[in-house]
């Protein structure tokens, strides 16, 4: 590589989980054991799940550590912590109905930590496949009795989804991934999630933490309109960086490549992760399932091959 601070790849770091599966590793081919594994943490400076630099001068390096040690790869950004975590989650079962609280909310409550703004793009999923996003419920009162009386058939709302569906999650909205989904995640760089229903599972013979008061203090009343949840980003235009998203924490973009393109990186960092098939980036070989950082060094990006990928960065 000319300059290895250009392109920075991640070695990434995997959880189990209750729910979790083997797709990580039969389908992306990452080297982990278990079939339990839940979420792979492909760009990640968070201290429950920190990366390291796969090589390079700073192989071995914590992403953190690269944040707070070469602030200038980033574009010398005024946050505290690298600002996004990119994961790919396998949920084999289905997770708990959760919410995230904003900023706000979190700084108060949760020892300054940010709060937890997130999307969703679907990698894969059964024919017949829904998502928890959103709730029926038509004012606090309501939504009060919904959960305290159990009534969870007519509270949470389950809708439809298929491959290649962007759902953004605003902190407030009450979401949670179903069984047989594979799904890209685009966060904030936090780690803070309320628990509003587990399905009365037990995790070691116990039944996991809730978080009721603190669900009901952040839970949006009434939820957004399902049309204003998602979208079908699968055919987007070859050869081009598409913008999918935006918001005051991010912008996402997806790349289909069908045979070259070439775009310049005038972002202070961009996250890419390989979805789908293989080829070359500024002449490095990926494949699916590789995540790595354009530096504030890398001027442009040239990718090859036949690839699907998924980028983000701050917004401006």
């Excluded at 200038?72 to 959760?98: C, H, M, T, V, W």
Aim: glycine letters at 8%; proline letters at 3%.
């Amino acid at each position: 590589m000319e300059n290895a601070t250009e392109l920075i790849f991640l070695n990434p770091v995997f959880t189990h989980n209750i729910w979790g599966g083997t797709k990580l590793h039969d389908e992306f081919g990452y080297e982990v054991e278990g079939t339990d594994i839940g979420e792979c943490w492909g760009i990640s400076a968070h201290p429950n799940g920190d990366d390291t630099i796969r090589d390079g001068k700073y192989s071995g390096k914590h992403l953190s550590e690269l944040w707070k040690e070469h602030p200038e790869l980033f574009g010398n950004l005024n946050y505290d912590r690298y600002p996004l975590l990119i994961k790919i989650i396998d949920a084999k079962d289905d997770l708990s109905i959760q919410v995230h609280p904003s900023d706000e909310y979190a700084k108060v409550h949760e020892n300054g930590s940010f709060g937890k703004t997130e999307c969703w793009y679907v990698l894969d999923c059964p024919e017949d496949a829904t998502l928890v996003v959103g709730h029926h419920a038509k004012n606090k009162e309501e939504l009060k009795d919904m959960i305290h009386n159990g009534r969870w058939n007519q509270f949470i709302r389950e809708i439809p989804v298929k491959k290649g569906d962007f759902i953004q999650i605003d902190p407030g909205t009450v979401h949670a991934i179903k069984g047989g989904l594979l799904i890209l995640e685009t966060q904030q760089n936090s780690d803070i999630t309320y628990r509003v229903y587990d399905y009365d599972r037990l995790s070691n013979g116990k039944p996991r933490e809730l978080h009721i008061d603190k669900s009901i203090d952040v839970i949006e009343v009434p939820a957004k309109t399902v049309e204003n949840s998602i979208k079908n980003v699968e055919k987007v235009e070859s050869d081009k960086l598409v913008e999918l998203y935006s918001c005051e924490y991010y912008q996402i973009f997806k790349l289909t490549v069908q045979t070259e393109v070439t775009f310049k990186q005038d972002y202070p960092f961009l996250n890419l992760s390989v979805i789908a098939g293989e080829g070359t980036v500024n002449g490095i070989k990926v494949k699916k399932g590789d995540h790595f950082i354009a530096t504030s060094d890398c001027e442009s990006i040239h990718l090859q091959g036949k690839l699907d990928v998924i980028a983000s960065t701050v917004s401006k």
